[in-house]
């Protein structure tokens, strides 16, 4: 749990760093198909690490509002594992939304697809580690 804390932030700027060097050297028609890969690989590991720490910080703090306001049953705030499991769900839609937009125009029908995919996935997490 500990090593999370300190592999996530790593791994999340180092592949903002190698996006915004790649996405500023080469072209895609210059890279193929390969490189167009790692934009999206680098895409979804710095969404990953923003999206999880974005969902632990923001549980701690609603964990301490509604300890504020609603004292009979306490929110519990989320720990990073969970974070984690929710944030590779999530993290994958702008990849999804990305991938789309280069195949075709993406209107409300893909848009609603993109969210079932992340509600489902959400909801399958959220019972299966309880």
Avoid at 11 to 17: E, F, G, H, M
Avoid at 28 to 54: D, E, Q, R, T
Wanted: include cysteine; glycine fraction near 6%; aromatic fraction near 14%.
């Amino acid at each position: 749990m500990h090593m999370l804390k300190i592999i996530i932030p790593i791994a999340t700027a180092i592949s903002l760093c190698f996006l915004a060097i790649f996405l500023n050297i080469v072209t895609p028609a210059a890279v193929g198909p390969f490189g167009i890969l790692l934009v999206f690989i680098f895409i979804y590991m710095s969404s990953f690490g923003l999206v999880a720490f974005f969902l632990f910080g923001m549980s701690r703090v609603l964990s301490h509002i509604f300890a504020i306001i609603i004292t009979k049953k306490p929110f519990f705030p989320l720990d990073l594992r969970k974070s984690c499991l929710y944030s590779s769900i999530i993290s994958a839609a702008p990849v999804m939304l990305i991938a789309l937009r280069s195949v075709g125009a993406v209107g409300l029908y893909e848009y609603l697809l993109v969210i079932a995919f992340v509600i489902i996935g959400c909801l399958y997490i959220s019972k299966r580690i309880m």
